[in-house]
């Protein structure tokens, strides 16, 4: 299995807290990725990294930011969290070069519950 | 919006039967990729297909792909127990480098 580590595993908080989820990867992979998994709409790309302090938009990215100071850790952070961001959340990583024709490796995932 | 679609979204078999699921996508693609996810897990990738081939194997996985009907399939032969799952195509479009994926079709295999 690639390395990654994604901290916490399960959440629970209450609306309006910020919220930071932790995505640590160990193979030195160039790109990074959050994913958000719900029912009835598969993944959805938040925002990615294609290297350090290098971040961009995906899909759902409204409510969400995102840092990356070194090349292992990618954080993911609600600044002020809604009940629709209740949500089991992903990282990714891919490999070097273009991302285009590369797999995607996943991590175990965070349940997060907003209350 | 969703790139892929797969079906069936729940398919049922007994162990030993192959399984056939289907992908349809909408625009051009660079590729499209299969991925596993058993429950609580993340996804695991299993095969990658580029939009300039047209069949590809992984031991008991065949992937085959259309261009021309912006489809794929991928058929598990001789299924097993721990085969259970969902299932997810994504594609890369050849406008960009992002993956988008389906919603999935759950998997059961029946011992």
């Known amino acids: 299995d690639a390395g990654i580590t994604q901290s916490p595993r399960h959440k629970v908080t209450e609306t309006g807290t910020p919220v930071t989820l932790r995505c640590h990867q160990t193979e030195n992979h160039r790109y990074m990725y959050w994913y958000r998994q719900d029912p009835g709409h598969g993944l959805r790309l938040i925002h990615y990294s294609y290297g350090v302090k290098d971040t961009d938009k995906g899909e759902v990215s409204d409510g969400y930011s995102v840092s990356r100071s070194k090349t292992e850790d990618f954080l993911l952070t609600l600044e002020s969290a809604t009940s629709s961001q209740t949500s089991v959340y992903f990282c990714?990583?891919?490999?070097?070069?273009?991302?285009?024709?590369?797999?995607?490796?996943f991590g175990d995932g965070t349940r997060l519950s907003i209350l | 919006s969703q790139q892929g679609e797969e079906d069936p979204q729940a398919l049922s078999i007994q162990e030993g039967e192959n399984a056939t699921m289907n992908c349809s996508y909408k625009t051009s693609i660079n590729n499209l990729q299969w991925y596993r996810q058993n429950s609580g897990r993340g996804l695991v990738h299993l095969i990658l297909?580029?939009?300039?081939?047209r069949e590809k194997h992984s031991g008991r996985l065949r992937v085959t792909l259309d261009t021309s009907k912006k489809s794929s399939s991928l058929l598990i032969t001789a299924s097993r127990a721990a085969d259970t799952a969902s299932y997810f195509c994504?594609?890369?479009?050849?406008?960009?480098?992002?993956?988008?994926f389906g919603e999935g079709t759950q998997l059961t295999v029946n011992p």
């Open positions: 994504a594609t890369t479009e050849t406008s960009g480098s992002r993956l988008t």
């Open positions: 990714a990583i891919s490999g070097s070069g273009t991302a285009i024709n590369q797999p995607q490796h």
């Open positions: 297909i580029r939009s300039n081939e």
